[in-house]
């Protein structure tokens, strides 16, 4: 038996499912999950030595490729002083100061543990300041595992056949308001229903949770004017595209301002990093000038602020982008043009180093184009890659991510197996 196996038959015996997130349990695409033992550059190596392409790229963060001699060196630098302190760091300083310098809408910031904790506590705190308790998401859209954000949430949910998560109280989800994402008029309507208030707008910016989908022109300049003209908290998830689509995300991309940011993924350079930030006078009602409760015992740690700010200075200095989007690019075209070659309804939308793989015969402009792709085609295409050395995110409906460490010798390895696999269909 391999070891990849081996581990999987121990974890499933006392671990649910045998995973600590439920994508990573190969579900969706069948097969057992292979374990990785060691990653490096653009590459991962399984617990039986293959070697893979990375695609998956830690689901975000690791946009430097894995294990950056310079991201190691700042975390081996700051394991010498200490674990954690319990006590303000110097680090953590640092690490604002470049957040509050890159992001353009954010004035003030704070840390926390995860990019579930950033989008948690910006709508309570969204809430706190509005004084109203509704608020908007988009179908499709994930913002973490929070209670009232796990409504047609798009990711892991949807990739298990279950957009919405039992244990939710109704109570919760009737504060919710779900609409389909490029619709302003279900926007405008929501509003102009609501009789006790909205306080606030939750948008991953360019959605990349079912799959990739972008604005249409003027959307997100629509949902600011909406939100201005009604006194509601426009909040960008940019947890996912935030320093990675431009330095400081796509509010820098697009040039539309929200008033609070969440963060994660790429801030904490591979370490378990969360921040949200946003404008003084909605931050300052966080506790302890203001009424609004927030607090994290690990917040602010600081081998994950090492390697937060290692990870962000890097992107400072190298700045990557024009890179990122022509290898994005070359693979993205290099795609639809196979798939063109053989007949398959594919669409590859990108932008950067994200892509994804919605076989189907139309653009996806929301959530119920994404659904109506074939999954059949994409659970053959992610085995035969993965059997010849490359791996692409377990799901139909996840975004995949090059890093800095991708080579144009990795691009045209991956084409070639996308010919091999669309020639077998
Ligand atoms: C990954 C992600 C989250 C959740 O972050 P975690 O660190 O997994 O809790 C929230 N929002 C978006 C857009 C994400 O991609």
């Known amino acids: 038996m391999n070891q990849s196996q081996e581990?999987?038959?121990?974890?499933k015996k006392i671990i649910p499912g045998g995973v600590n997130s439920?994508?990573?349990?190969?579900?969706?695409v069948g097969g057992t999950p292979f374990f990785t033992k060691q990653a490096k550059g653009s590459r991962l190596i399984t617990a039986d030595d293959q070697e893979l392409i990375d695609y998956v790229c830690t689901w975000g963060p690791a946009i430097h490729g894995h294990d950056h001699p310079v991201i190691r060196e700042a975390v081996s630098e700051a394991l010498a002083k200490g674990t954690s302190f319990g006590t303000p760091g110097p680090d953590e300083v640092e690490m604002a100061e470049l957040l509050v310098e890159i992001v353009p809408s954010v004035e003030k910031i704070r840390m926390c543990n995860s990019g579930t904790e950033a989008t948690m506590s910006s709508i309570r705190l969204a809430r706190g300041f509005t004084g109203k308790s509704?608020?908007?998401?988009?179908?499709?859209c994930y913002h973490g595992h929070v209670d009232?954000?796990?409504?047609?949430?798009?990711?892991g949910a949807l990739t298990l056949g279950n957009p919405d998560s039992a244990g939710i109280p109704e109570s919760f989800a009737k504060e919710t308001i779900v609409l389909p994402y490029n619709d302003l008029t279900a926007v405008e309507n929501a509003f102009s229903q609501s009789e006790d208030g909205i306080a606030a707008i939750i948008v991953e910016p360019y959605p990349a949770n079912c799959g990739l989908i972008l604005p249409d022109d003027g959307y997100l300049e629509g949902l600011r004017k909406i939100c201005d003209h009604n006194q509601a908290v426009l909040i960008f998830d940019e947890v996912m595209t935030g320093f990675r689509l431009s330095l400081g995300g796509v509010q820098e991309k697009t040039g539309v301002t929200p008033d609070m940011?969440?963060?994660?993924?790429?801030?904490?350079?591979?370490l378990p990093v969360g921040a949200f930030g946003g404008k003084a006078e909605i931050m300052d009602f966080l506790a302890p000038l203001g009424p609004v409760y927030q607090a994290g015992t690990l917040s602010g740690n600081p081998l994950a602020m090492a390697a937060g700010?290692?990870?962000l200075q890097l992107l400072k200095e190298s700045m990557p982008y024009d890179r990122l989007e022509s290898l994005g690019n070359q693979l993205a075209l290099g795609i639809q043009q196979i798939a063109k070659e053989y007949s398959i309804p594919l669409q590859v939308p990108q932008v950067g180093s994200m892509y994804c793989l919605f076989f189907n015969e139309n653009p996806v402009r929301n959530f119920?184009?994404?659904?109506?792709?074939?999954?059949?085609?994409?659970?053959?295409l992610f085995q035969h890659c993965l059997a010849n050395g490359v791996y692409l995110p377990p799901s139909p409906y996840e975004t995949c991510f090059i890093s800095n460490a991708h080579i144009e010798n990795d691009i045209s390895k991956t084409l070639d197996l996308f010919n091999e696999a669309f020639k077998a269909f």
Do not use: C
């Open 7 to 11: 581990l999987f038959d121990r974890a």
């Open 22 to 28: 439920p994508v990573r349990a190969f579900r969706a």
């Open 134 to 140: 509704k608020i908007i998401k988009f179908a499709g």
């Open 148 to 155: 009232s954000l796990l409504v047609k949430a798009g990711s």
């Open 261 to 270: 940011t969440a963060m994660g993924k790429i801030i904490g350079g591979g």
């Open 309 to 311: 700010v290692a990870s």
């Open 368 to 380: 119920e184009d994404a659904i109506s792709s074939h999954s059949e085609y994409f659970k053959k």
